[in-house]
């Protein structure tokens, strides 16, 4: 047998994943649904979750929605979270895991509230994305409120160097206005009102309403 | 130049709330589209000759024409995942012109005999998913929306879905399971959607720009629009244009535009001082094309005759100070994030490419990895459920093909500044039992 690059972590039998060679541990009951009498939902994230229910032919359309809300209410999807969602969308919480940890949006460990994804994708990395968020990081420092990431493109490559803080899409960035970014975001002041794409108007010359 | 179609005056203030919108002379296509039978609203769109803008370029009149008639429940899905890199253009028309895209689902459900209708929005637009659903209420207070249309007898829900940030749920059938509530993996095709798509029922899928486009047919009808553009690439179409650029933005082209004209002209072409390199013509996932290509016409088949495709329309120009090496690995790094991992060569495929572009950056790599680059591309092309697998291998093959002289000039160099010296003689590897 060829020798095993040990770059890669390996675990029992040479897999990568953890675990595979352990049989089922048969004394665990099976996951099921969780159950409303022992399960306390707040209200709030109860009554979006149903409302986001009644708009599918098949109610589990809205789980991507539930996620959403149950990850606005705690912070991110952790197992309360997936288990109020699953105990009123009658699904086992082992079936939103599996749906959570597809999605980039959806945090499967415990992060800060405040979101910062800096565009690390070819039309940003262009024009100093990856230096960008090198310095988003620096300025956020350890910070437990922050949630500093890497992203994919953000389907806002207008404003190239770009990030979107919290939904609000900022660009185009120098490295100098990460400290502002970070500090604005801090102290809740609006994050570097001047460059956000909402206020930009649209760049081909013929869309000018004096036209 | 044609006038703007779909951004004429698109930065008009308010013009997000209906109040504008209608001032405009907005729904009153809607209005008209109803009085006609839905075989004469199809018959519309496929005299109109529009191709679909969200990638794959399919006439959008023949797949309205594939949905199966009669009175099962039929869908119609907006795809506003817009995650192909380097586009942007459904940003920013959701953004402001909400009601446009309401409009033109309503006439395109009419005629493919739907009555459900989503709209499906990559989960970080966050301030389009506000907008649409603010402009939704009020075509839904208005009776645009909801039983017995305008008194025509056309009933239809539209419901806004947000995602929740994966790039492969733009791919159709990702984007039915993803909208189900499940995983977005593609699905095996046939069956289409047409026959099976939301729910096992007829589906009929579109980008926003396509739907967006919908009013302007009824308004100029099927045959004037089909005069706007050149052959197989009627009307206009709206232009993401990213990168070394110095006026990056979205424009609004008559399709068949000198490549050149949009680059240099509309979006004024590379910072003084710099050369462009090479240029991607329709988002990441279309080959590159060099410069001597820039004075081909912007449109379909003139960018398939080039080698590549038109794609959604997003342009991203990479200039001389940029090394084809880095682009390429932050290419092949999206596409092994994006992966869903369903099939093989798509999943490990895009794993090896990034560790082998990992290694030339490292200076740990000789030319002979180009080759292994280039045969891991063409065993992902085509073996593969969804297209993902060779929107990488295409531009990626295309960049390996196109600047070889500059890859191996930067294995060279990188292997000189690691300390590794000349490049050995490959030496043949001997295999027990093979015949000598
Ligand atoms: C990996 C992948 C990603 C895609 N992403 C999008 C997208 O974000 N938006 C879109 O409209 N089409 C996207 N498409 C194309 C769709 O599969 C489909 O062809 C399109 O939505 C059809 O609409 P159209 O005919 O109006 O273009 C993607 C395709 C693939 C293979
Ligand atoms: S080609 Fe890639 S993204 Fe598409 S289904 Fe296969 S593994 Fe998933
Ligand atoms: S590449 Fe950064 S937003 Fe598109």
Redesign the interface.
Known sequence: MAEQSSAVARYGHGSRIPGWDDSVDLSKDPAVVPDPATTPVPDELRAQIEAAMA????F??????A??AAQDLHGWCSPTAIEQAACVMRLTPGYLT??AT?????ETKPVGRQRV?VC????C???GGKEMLEAVKAAAGDDPDLNVRG??????????PMA?VN???VGPLEPADAEQLIADLKEGREVLPDKQ??RR????P????D? | MADKLLFDRIDEPGLDTIEVYKRRGGYQQLERALRMTPEEVLQNLLDSGLRGRGGAGFAMGKKVSFLPRGGMDKYLVCNADESEPGTFKDRELMQKSPHMLIEGMVIAAYAAGANRSFIYIRGEYELQAMKLEAALIEAREAGYLGEDILGSGHSQTLYLHRGAGAYICGEETGLLDSLEGKRGNPRLKPPFPANQGLYQGPTLINNVETLATVPHIIRMSGTEYAKLGVENSAGTKLISISGNVQRPGNYEIELGMKARDIIYGLAGGPEPGREIKFWFPGGSSSPVLKPEDLDRGYDFDSMARAGSMLGSGAIIVVDDSNSVVDVALTLAKFYRHESCGKCTPCREGTNWTVKMLERIHAGDATPMDLDIIASVQDQIMGNCLCVLGDAMAMPLSSMVAKFRDEFEQYIEDKRAAAGLGEIPEPTPIEIAGAAA
């Not at chain 1, 708009?55 to 098949?58: D, E, S």
């Not at chain 1, 597809?102 to 959806?106: A, K, L, Q, S, T």
């Open positions: 708009k599918y032919p098949n589990r359309s809205a789980a991507i929605p996620l959403h599996a749906v597809f999605y980039d949006m959806f994804y690390t994708n070819i039309s990395s262009l024009r992203f994919e493109c953000l389907g806002a490559c207008d404003i190239a979107s939904g609000e899409f794409l909402s108007a649209c760049a081909d013929g869309a000018r309403s036209g």
